[in-house]
């Protein structure tokens, strides 16, 4: 790790920070311990990332696999592992979770469903070309409203947000 992490309890000032992240989190990761070297920052990561991961319209399967996609395009293989429970408990199976390791998950429609493979779309070209082409957002329009076409995006943004900072401190090396 680039940053070392603050062990909590171990800095009163940070006990109301740190309480918040217990109550969303039921513990304080890794990137959290590396967080809270920059309070504010550790405060606001912590509301948002919640607002994403657990006030979201998008269904928790896709959420948690647009998380696994965008932490195997990004080589965060500590933000992957982390959320491999959290998609086996939104009812991913094992099967898909180590396909969305494949270059060309997207396109393997006998494993993916055709929602799928548009949402992985979107985020291998969010995640690896920024710009999104139509002919990749389009198709998403008939299954999702405009507030979860704006989580979707959301998710796949903040989540590049996390494994590259991630990635960047060598948090979880």
């Excluded at 920052?41 to 996609?69: C, D, K």
């Excluded at 293989?77 to 086996?88: D, I, K, M, N, T």
């Excluded at 993916?112 to 070209?125: G, K």
Aim: glycine content about 6%; charged content about 20%.
């Amino acid at each position: 790790m680039r940053i070392t992490p603050v062990t909590p309890g171990t800095r009163p000032e940070l006990a109301a920070i740190e309480a918040g992240i217990m109550a969303e989190r039921g513990r304080v990761s890794p990137l959290y311990q590396v967080l809270l070297n920059s309070p504010p920052l550790a405060q606001g990561w912590e509301q948002l990332l919640t607002a994403v991961r657990n006030r979201n319209s998008v269904p928790a399967l896709l959420r948690e696999m647009i998380i696994l996609r965008v932490a195997v395009l990004n080589r965060a293989p500590y933000e992957f592992e982390a959320h491999v429970p959290h998609a086996l408990a939104a009812g991913m199976p094992s099967e898909k979770i180590e396909a969305l390791r494949e270059p060309g998950a997207g396109t393997q429609a006998g494993m993916f469903s055709p929602l799928e493979c548009h949402v992985i779309a979107l985020t291998d070209a969010m995640t690896r070309d920024i710009e999104v082409p139509d002919s990749v957002f389009d198709p998403l329009k008939p299954f999702f409203s405009e507030q979860q076409r704006v989580d979707l995006v959301a998710t796949v943004a903040s989540y590049n947000m996390v494994s590259r900072f991630l990635v960047a401190l060598r948090v979880g090396h």
